[in-house]
């Protein structure tokens, strides 16, 4: 039995079809890169997990169970397993970095406030960021509002984390700082799923790649093998360009 | 022109007119925050309700902004009783006063829903907040820092609205002075003191609304 297994998913925005028939295995401690032409379906892809989109048709099954996306309880409870980062973090601009990271676990979970804020802490610290605690997202940096909405997501211990493009706002600068954190969470062995554009990166963390084009999963398997020499022609046509510079 | 001031006559009446003030600002106080629940339940009716419910809200706010205040007060006053419900004049301009402000609110905070950052509400909802959950945390704290500036200037309006109150007789700071005119002629004297009174009472407001938004909200802004 997979972990998570995404088994024949379509789904729409409007008229249009953003995924079509996608098909994905994740296991325990897998890193998943998702990668592919900007209109491909990977956001979509995450999008759907965290069912911010609901899938038209397919199934989405966590060890052996089938999330009912249009289920509050099935949903919630697939909510606490998925946590996702945004590419343009959406912090909440009217908390405190710590407020940020807590106000999930305390007000939702009911998890005591005392414990949390510990927990979040030290979240922070492991992000670079424990000097921050008080200060405002208009006060940080893309590169240190990432690494809060990275906290933030963390701070409710999911088992599954998505990223989605999230270095894609960020100054060539601050990108390392991100993805030194990801790197660190990689090497604890957390399951994630990136969306990115950071092939050295993707090829460097991911146990698996998967391309995406056109709303469809068009080759999955070992990073080296997909970036370097895919069997289709569209990932060839692809990987020659974003390699050329 | 052979009036001299004479304000002797009228300074005894001080502590009389500073007592009308606190009644003023009572009723200002009070009516603005019913009328900010109204206008909160108003604008989540008309931003998420459904079609019979966003009917009902719009017709309450078409009324409300359409029709002079003064006459929804007399309605409240003078034809409730013809049915019925009898209330003094503190409370019909208590109630009048709330009733508009909420349709009024429920528009300005309709604006401040409208201008919640998407994204931080998807943030929201994929860390498992419900809709009052995430009207608690995420849109009133914004729609009150965005809207600050508007809900002072409303704030102010609706103190110096209180005046309309003299008409039903409520002995607020305008009804004790057209009292104090009545008995000493004192016109010019009597009235320029309860103007200086109002700029008194509207000017400690906003340096207090400053301070509530400069503490609570992140609100940066001068007074003057």
């Known amino acids: ?245 | 022109m052979n009036y001299t001031i004479h304000f002797s006559q009228v300074v005894e009446y001080i502590p009389y007119l500073i007592g009308g003030a606190w009644i003023s600002l009572q009723v200002a106080f009070l009516a603005f925050c019913g009328g900010m629940v109204i206008g909160l339940f108003g604008a989540m009716a008309k931003t998420f309700g459904g079609r019979m419910t966003r009917m009902v809200v719009d017709a309450y706010v078409s009324f409300i902004t359409n029709t002079p205040q003064l006459v929804q007060i007399y309605f409240l006053y003078f034809a409730l009783p013809e049915v019925g419900i009898l209330m003094n004049s503190y409370q019909a301009v208590l109630l009048g006063m709330t009733l508009n402000a909420g349709g009024y609110l429920t528009e300005i905070q309709r604006a401040g829903f409208l201008s919640v950052r998407q994204s931080e509400l998807e943030a929201a909802e994929t860390l498992g907040m419900n809709l009052m959950q995430k009207v608690r945390y995420v849109i009133l704290p914004h729609i009150m820092k965005v809207l600050f500036p508007s809900l002072s200037n409303l704030y102010i309006l609706m103190t110096l609205g209180t005046s309309m109150a003299a008409i039903f007789g409520l002995e607020e700071l305008t009804g004790r002075a057209l009292n104090i005119n009545a008995e000493t002629f004192r016109s010019i004297e009597v009235f320029s003191l309860t103007a200086l009174l109002y700029i008194v009472v509207t000017v400690v407001a906003s340096l207090l609304l400053l301070a509530v938004g400069r503490v609570f909200f992140r609100v940066k802004g001068k007074v003057f």
Not at chain 1, 10 to 25: P, R
Not at chain 1, 161 to 169: G, I
Not at chain 1, 222 to 229: A, D, F, T
């Open chain 1, 1 to 245: 039995m997979k972990y998570l297994s995404i088994d024949q998913c379509d789904a729409f925005y409007g008229d249009q079809k953003v995924l079509e028939c996608v098909s994905l295995d994740v296991d325990k401690g897998d890193v998943v890169s998702l990668i592919g032409p900007s209109g491909s379906g990977k956001s979509t892809l995450l999008r759907v997990l965290v069912g911010l989109n609901q899938p038209t048709s397919g199934r989405i099954l966590l060890e052996g169970e089938a999330i009912d996306y249009k289920n509050r309880r099935s949903l919630k409870k697939a909510r606490e397993r998925f946590a996702i980062v945004f590419q343009q973090y959406n912090l909440f601009q009217n908390m405190t970095v710590l407020k940020n990271v807590t106000v999930a676990p305390v007000k939702i979970q009911g998890r005591p406030k005392k414990e949390v804020e510990a927990e979040a802490v030290l979240l922070l610290e492991k992000v670079g960021l424990g000097e921050k605690l008080k200060s405002y997202p208009d006060e940080l940096s893309g590169g240190q509002q990432q690494r809060v909405a990275i906290a933030r997501s963390l701070a409710l211990k999911p088992e599954i984390l998505l990223l989605d493009e999230v270095t894609s706002a960020l100054d060539p600068e601050l990108v390392t700082e991100v993805l030194d954190t990801i790197r660190l969470l990689a090497k604890e062995g957390r399951t994630m799923i990136i969306v990115s554009h950071e092939m050295g990166f993707v090829l460097e963390v991911s146990s698996k790649i998967a391309f995406m084009d056109a709303g469809r999963i068009i080759e999955v398997g070992e990073p080296r093998k997909i970036l370097e020499q895919p069997d289709t022609d569209r990932a060839r046509e692809f990987m020659g360009k974003i390699l050329r510079h």
